[in-house]
C-alpha cells in the first residue's frame, strides 16, 4: 500500500494557518502524518488533520476554522469597528496579527 497525498484541501489551509501550534514543528509533523494517513481522495482535509471546527487557539470570540464568506464578514466588521487598526482588530477577534494578516491574505482583502 503506497501513501501519499496530492495536496491540501481550503479547509486545511486555513486550519495549518490559523492554529498556534502549541506543539511546534513535532504538532505539526504528527497532524500530517495522521492527515495522510486518514485522507480521502489524495487530499488532506482539516478534518483529517484533526483540527476541524478547533479554535485558533483562542478565547471562544475567537475565529472559527471555517473559512467562508461568514469568517470574511466578521473580519471585514471588526476592521471596519477598529478603523483598520490591525493590533486591535485582532485582539477582538482573538488571534494575533500574524493570524489575521494570513487570513486577509487567504481573503484577498490585501
Not at 13 to 30: Q, Y
Not at 59 to 86: F, H, Q, V
Amino acid at each position: 500500500m503506497r501513501l501519499g497525498c496530492a495536496g491540501f484541501t481550503e479547509g486545511a489551509k486555513m486550519a495549518l494557518l490559523s492554529w498556534h501550534w502549541p506543539g511546534n514543528i513535532s504538532e505539526l509533523a504528527n497532524r500530517v502524518r495522521r492527515g495522510v494517513l486518514l485522507a480521502e481522495g489524495g487530499l488532506l482535509s482539516a478534518e483529517s488533520l484533526g483540527l476541524d471546527g478547533e479554535l485558533c487557539a483562542c478565547p471562544a470570540s475567537s475565529l472559527k476554522l471555517i473559512g467562508n464568506e461568514d469568517e470574511k464578514r466578521r473580519i471585514t466588521a471588526i476592521l471596519e469597528e477598529c478603523r483598520g487598526n490591525i493590533s486591535r482588530a485582532a485582539e477582538l477577534l482573538g488571534c494575533s496579527r500574524p493570524t489575521l494578516y494570513k487570513k486577509l491574505r487567504i481573503y484577498g482583502m490585501m
